[in-house]
């Protein structure tokens, strides 16, 4: 990916996260990827072991309330 391509990605990854959109969040990150975090006990291994993780770590969205 060029820069540009590169910045524009990283700003819907974030857009993503601040509309607590974890589907489209997620829907953006290979399938090969694992999540280590110190909160949480063990890496999430797999997209849908990380959504949970990043569902349990956002707040719920006040657009949801």
Known sequence: ?????????AKQQIAALN?????TY????????VGQS???P???AGLKVYARV???F???SPICA
């Open 58 to 60: 956002l707040p719920p």
């Open 42 to 44: 063990a890496p999430s």
């Open 1 to 9: 990916m060029a820069e540009n391509e590169n910045i524009e990605y």
């Open 19 to 23: 509309a607590h959109d974890v589907d």
């Open 54 to 56: 990043c569902r349990c």
């Open 26 to 33: 997620v829907s953006r990150i290979d399938e090969s990827y």
């Open 38 to 40: 110190e909160m949480s």
